[in-house]
């Protein structure tokens, strides 16, 4: 018996499932970023970023790997689930993914910062 053979006998492959559209609706909507994490920087990949631009790169992946048709409807659902600084810094009823995605881009981090203050204050 060659080697690969007992190998593949011994350790058979593993069968990779693709992800469905409904799997990637479910990671989309279970992606959130909290009031605490608003405003802040994190560390990816030695680089440091704000949050919800972070946030907004992994949202982007995922709409990207779904495909915009699979989850069109899902960006108000979204929208909805930003903390509440993001939510008055962005556009309501935004039914495009790219033109939702580009807004949070945009944010004016002063003014961010300002209404995350606001919502860590109210909170205390």
Partial sequence: MDMKKAFTARW?????????GLDYQWEILALCLTDEELGTQITVAGVPTWSHLQYCTS???????AGTATIAGLVYQVHENLPLAM?????????????FLE??????????????????????
């Fill in 87 to 99: 939510k008055e810094l962005t556009t309501p009823g935004v039914a495009d993914w790219d033109k």
């Fill in 103 to 124: 807004e949070i881009k945009k944010i004016d981090m002063n003014k961010l910062c300002k209404k995350a203050e606001a919502a860590w204050k109210r909170k205390m």
């Fill in 12 to 20: 058979p492959g593993i069968a990779i499932t693709e992800k469905m």
């Fill in 59 to 65: 949202l982007h992946q995922l709409v990207n790997e």
